[in-house]
């Protein structure tokens, strides 16, 4: 892999401790292009724009993936990432699903690890905060017509984070989606692809507007079924376990959503995915038996729910604080991820 180092760091521009999320970029980024069937040219070259054509097929129809992962610093100084091989076969996935050529997982371990090493000053020291790695794919045949492309771009470019949402850790307030509907089975919601995220936001938008974080997404046909929220999984902490939607083809299979389930079945808890409607949701709420509600997700790991509007009625989860349990997967995960707790199931990757 060739590596050309910038010139001119920026890193003495940013001020870390108000990063806010994906506002400010590091130094340098990966790129890989893809065509004659394979991928060819992997470097590493300074952070900067790239030229493409009006006639870009990317622009018009949309055949495009991308993830994201962390790298964390942990008290000793040292870099690491969690669980990167699950990120690398869920970006392969949706790949799949675009008919985008996979990446092989030795060349996406290598590009990651190479990026930041090369950016290893732009990985934070304050607790709370990571390095958000953002692989993706697209499209380079420039050409108008529905085809699918013959040539590829993949980069990976990385951000210093702090919190996602502006709430941290204090719970969010969330409304259902009313008549929008995000994806249906057989379309595009359960990979990571630009398409799937544009369809969620104007409803969030208008949900911002009345003063709710994000938007729970119910079912395309039925209007009934919990899916996931529009930038995390969802789970409901029953009296008699944690019940989250299953994985049926119309929500992302979250590599925090994973690691909350295998965490809480490790931890003796009942973990069931199944569907959820949201009249039985509102019922628990008001026969005692919901608990807590909380997002799983990259970007936010663990963020509680305090309050669900579904129409006319409201709830409130938990008097509106976050839950035990929700604190105790937070600091469990976040205690892996930052190298301050076992790690029973080798998902912390020291670089």
């Not at 992997?42 to 129809?61: C, E």
């Not at 100084?77 to 990167?84: A, Q």
């Not at 974080?213 to 029953?238: C, H, P, S």
Request: glycine share 10%; with cysteine; charged share 20%.
């Amino acid at each position: 892999m060739v590596v050309t180092k910038t010139s001119l760091s920026r890193l003495g521009s940013v001020d870390f401790n108000d990063l806010g999320f994906g506002r400010v970029f590091s130094d340098h980024m990966f790129m890989s292009s893809y065509e004659n069937g394979s991928w060819n040219n992997p470097r590493i070259v300074p952070f900067g724009n790239i030229d493409i054509s009006p006639a870009l097929s990317t622009l018009h129809y949309g055949q495009a993936v991308f993830d994201g992962l962390k790298a964390y610093r942990s008290a000793d100084g040292k870099i690491s990432l969690f669980r990167p091989d699950q990120y690398c076969g869920r970006l392969n996935k949706s790949c799949a699903r675009l008919c985008i050529p996979p990446v092989d997982a030795d060349v996406f371990m290598e590009a990651v690890v190479q990026l930041c090493t090369v950016d290893a000053e732009w990985v934070p020291r304050k607790r709370g905060t990571s390095l958000y790695i953002r692989p993706f794919i697209f499209a380079t045949d420039n050409l108008l017509g529905v085809h699918v492309s013959q040539t590829y771009l993949f980069m990976i470019i990385t951000s210093p984070v702090g919190a996602y949402y502006k709430e941290g850790l204090n719970p969010v307030k969330l409304m259902t989606s009313g008549e929008y509907v995000r994806a249906a089975k057989g379309g595009l919601g359960e990979v990571k692809t630009p398409a799937n995220y544009a369809a969620s936001l104007l409803p969030a938008e208008e949900a911002q507007k009345r003063g709710f974080t994000q938007v729970l997404w119910l079912d395309a046909k039925e209007k009934r079924y919990v899916e996931e929220v529009g930038t995390m999984n969802i789970m409901f902490l029953f009296d008699d376990g944690i019940v989250t939607p299953p994985l049926d083809g119309t929500i992302l299979g979250g590599i925090t959503r994973d690691t909350v389930i295998r965490l809480a079945r490790h931890w003796g808890a009942s973990v069931s995915e199944r569907p959820i409607t949201i009249d039985e949701v509102l019922d628990r709420a008001k026969n005692g038996t919901l608990r807590e509600v909380f997002g799983t997700g990259t970007a936010a790991v663990i963020s509680p729910v305090g309050s669900i509007t579904h129409g006319d009625e409201s709830i409130t989860v938990n008097g509106g604080r976050i839950g035990e349990f929700s604190q105790r997967l937070y600091d469990e995960i976040t205690g892996i991820q930052y190298g301050e707790r076992p790690d029973p199931f080798c998902w912390h990757r020291v670089i």
